[in-house]
């Protein structure tokens, strides 16, 4: 390998250490270490998680963080719910006073990066979310979608998918519970006309886990909305969004629709990225007030025929 390229890689490397090294110091200016920070996150982004998850995901040792987590129920940060079926197991929640404590340090996040991107135009930002994804998507090419499978909806999945939207979008967003109701009602018709040779509900699993969802719902014989495209946290930057939008648009060009369309909220940036690589468009905005906030609703659109 050339000796420049590696010296491009050291350089971004020491770029980007210093940014985070900046973050850091900007919203972790409080009595809780970084490993502390990132357990408080972790609980909060999956309730009811274990001790045995949080260890995989942060790559900690169990006994470390054992430590951390009584010195967390001590100070009534977290709380422990002991599995009915298994004694031996205890679902991890945060306590209204961890919840305090992990918006005060998703504010601090949140204001830095915003301030971080502010300079940028909207097709910087884009560009900016589009080149993390790309280099994700090469550096970890061998690891993506390993342990993921992707399989049809079956019965039960509307419960756990309604959940999901549910917990991630009153998380990430702040939206309130009447965007539970609003996705529980965007099912009624599909579960009772479900029609598999013009529709198709995708879920994907990580060891019978499920951790996203997306699927293609008809409108007409021209038709196609996309619907129900989310996936967790902790699967994300693996490609698995690119995979899943594939799936949908290869599926709507077989079965001959000529347009697809979706909604959405300008709020959501991070998935304008893969809507716009796959083919749609933003043809309709306007202002709202629904779930708590002020938002600003989208339409999109892709021409199939001219992908």
Known sequence: ???????????????????????????????????????????????????????????????YLSRILSQFVKKGIIKKETAQEDKRKQFIFLTPKGKVILDDLENKSNAFNEQLIQPLTQDQQEKLIGSMESIQSLLYQKEQQKGYTFRSYRPGDIGIIISKHAVLYATEYGFDHTFEGFVAETFVDFSKNYDPDKEHFWIVESSTKTVGSIAIVHRDRHTAQLRWFFLDPQARGQGLGSKMMSLAMDFCKTKGYEKVYLSTVSQLKAARYLYKKYGFSLVEEKPVHIWGQDLVDEKWEANIKAL
Do not use: W
Not at 9 to 36: A, M, P, V, W
């Open 1 to 63: 390998m050339s000796h420049p390229i590696i010296e491009s890689i050291r350089k971004f490397n020491r770029f980007y250490t210093q940014l985070i090294g900046l973050l850091n110091q900007q919203i972790y200016k409080s009595n809780y270490t970084l490993t502390d920070c990132r357990t408080i996150f972790e609980i909060g982004k999956q309730p009811g998680i274990t001790a045995v998850e949080i260890c995989q995901s942060l790559g900690l040792d169990p006994a």
